[in-house]
Nanobody, 119 residues
Framework: QVQLVESGGGLVQAGGSLRLSCAAS????????MGWFRQAPGKEREFVGA????????NYADSVKGRFTLSRDNAKSMVYLQMTSLKAEDTAVYYC????????????WGQGTQVTVSS
């Protein structure tokens, strides 16, 4: 089992920045990749980006490329999502997730943190 706790959400004006954090604990060795997802009211959950623990390789959704940056601190089992140039359409609940090496799916999820961007 992997436990995930997100933090850092809040209210920010359009054009502003926020940094989300995800603290991982438990059997983190069972996961090679950490992902961030978001879900806006009335919309499907969507992929935001992912980062590997090993070498920090990242990939991003087109909608956030150039604005969001993922990083990780292996010693602290922390993953960060730095969000800049925020837009109203970035408003959503953001979730951290751990990709399982066994199932090949994102099997472990945090409780989510609300990000609200006012225009």
């Amino acid at each position: 089992q992997v436990q995930l706790v997100e933090s850092g959400g809040g209210l920010v004006q359009a054009g502003g920045s926020l940094r989300l954090s995800c603290a991982a604990s438990g059997r983190t060795s069972s996961s090679r990749t950490m992902g961030w997802f978001r879900q806006a009211p009335g919309k499907e959950r969507e992929f935001v980006g992912a980062i590997t623990w090993s070498d920090g390789s990242t990939n991003y959704a087109d909608s956030v490329k150039g604005r969001f940056t993922l990083s990780r601190d292996n010693a602290k089992s922390m993953v960060y999502l730095q969000m800049t140039s925020l837009k109203a359409e970035d408003t959503a609940v953001y979730y951290c997730a751990a990709h399982s090496l066994i199932t090949g799916r994102y099997d472990y999820w945090g409780q989510g943190t609300q990000v609200t961007v006012s225009s």
